[in-house]
Each structure stands twice: as structure tokens, then as C-alpha cells.
């Protein structure tokens, strides 16, 4: 064998081990890129099987049927993931609204930092908005979806920052996406309307209906 085809041979040799190592880091650290961009919900769990029970006409600022001015409105609890699901897990960008409702509707999603207070005077839970977001409409359910019990999950592309800790809310004067089978504050009532920037507020009211928005943090 020659000594140029010596010289040849591991010259291939160690171009064949480069790209072999180069194919394992990059199989190493795929994973870990893939595990990274994983989304992170909170709020409502929501899927086709949830029913917005009791959802119409919807609820109000006010507690009346006629729509009043509009008022912010905070998820309290969020329906299906009890125990701190209301609060979002960590630092990020919301990229996904995702909401069900009974009926056709429309929202500003907010954020909002909540001060829970161990007073049971409602006014004692203060509340300020950091975001308030563009409206959005939603359409609502069917007769046949309440027939096949199948609820339609509507979704919408935001791009909402939030910090760990903070709330869903919306902004309006009625809103259907609530499933009401339920007692307790589920839902902060703050009337007038929590404005971004402002100072904390004291909640003007609460409601035992579950508003059912969910948040995919990405």
C-alpha cells in the first residue's frame, strides 16, 4: 500500500469519527431543545367533554340580565385543575387563548396580580391589571353540540406576557364562557374595569361560576 493511500485512509477515518460524534451531539441535544419548547398551560383545563353548564345568558358585571358597563372579571379557581391551576407556573409569553362558552360573545383577555387577604370582606382581595389584550369574539356551542354533549374548545393566537404567580381575567360586560355548578368565589368581580398600570383594587363582587379560559405558555 502506498503512503499517499495510507494518508487517504485516515484522513477518512477521522472525517467518518467527526460526523459519527457530530450525529450523537446532535441526537443528545434534540431532545432537550424538543423538551424546552414544550408548552405550559393554566387556567381552565379544557377539552370537548366540558359542559358550560348554565352559561346562558351569561354573567354580568352587575349580577343583572342587561349589560351594564364593563367590569374585569379574574378566574379565581380554575375549573379542573384545583389548587393553585389559576396561577400561571412560570415566567413567559401566553401563545394561545383557548376558551369554551355557551353562546356568542366577545372579551379583551387581561393579566392580573392578585393580594388574597384573610378578611372575609370581599373589597379586602385587591386585584390590578398589567395587560389587557385585543377582543376577541367566540361563537359558542350548537344545539348539536349540547345534543352529541361535544363543546366546542375555540382558540385564539395571542402574544400576552405574564409573570409566575399572575391570573387570567377578561374585560367585558357578560360573558358566557363560565360553567356554573358551583358556589364560592370561582371568580373575582372588579367593576369598574381594572385598567392596565393602575393601582390594586378591591374586588366589587365574586361569583361561583368557573370562567372557562385556558393559557398555553410557550
Known amino acids: 500500500m502506498t503512503r499517499i493511500h495510507l494518508v487517504s485512509s485516515k484522513i477518512a477515518r477521522r472525517a467518518g469519527l467527526v460526523f ?10 434534540a431532545p432537550a431543545s424538543g423538551f424546552a419548547s414544550a408548552p405550559v398551560k393554566f387556567g381552565s383545563k379544557l377539552n370537548p367533554t366540558i359542559q358550560p353548564s348554565n352559561s346562558l345568558p351569561g354573567i ?19 375549573y379542573g385543575r384545583p389548587d393553585g391551576g389559576e396561577l400561571a407556573p412560570k415566567t413567559g409569553t401566553i401563545k394561545t387563548i383557548r376558551v369554551i362558552a355557551g353562546g356568542p360573545g366577545s372579551f379583551r383577555p387581561q393579566i392580573a396580580t392578585v393580594k388574597h387577604s384573610t378578611s372575609t370582606v370581599l373589597g379586602a ?3 390590578k391589571v398589567t395587560y389587557t389584550g385585543p377582543k376577541l369574539s367566540y361563537t ?14 375555540e382558540s385564539f393566537k395571542v402574544n400576552i406576557p405574564v409573570q409566575k404567580g399572575q391570573q387570567l381575567a377578561l374585560r367585558g360586560n357578560i360573558s ?10 370561582n371568580t373575582l368581580i372588579y367593576s369598574p374595569s381594572l385598567l392596565t398600570g393602575k393601582p390594586f383594587q378591591g374586588a366589587t363582587d365574586a361569583n361561583g361560576c368557573w370562567i ?6 410557550r
Open 212 to 217: 372557562l379560559m385556558e393559557a398555553v405558555i
Open 20 to 29: 459519527a460524534l457530530a450525529g450523537l451531539l446532535a441526537a443528545m441535544v
Open 125 to 127: 382581595t385587591k386585584a
Open 176 to 185: 358566557s364562557m363560565i360553567r356554573c355548578s358551583s358556589g364560592g368565589h
Open 140 to 153: 359558542g356551542q350548537t344545539e348539536a353540540n349540547f345534543e352529541n354533549d361535544s363543546y366546542k374548545v
Open 60 to 78: 354580568t358585571c352587575t349580577g343583572l340580565e342587561a349589560p351594564s358597563s364593563a367590569c374585569t372579571m379574574v378566574q379565581d379557581e380554575a
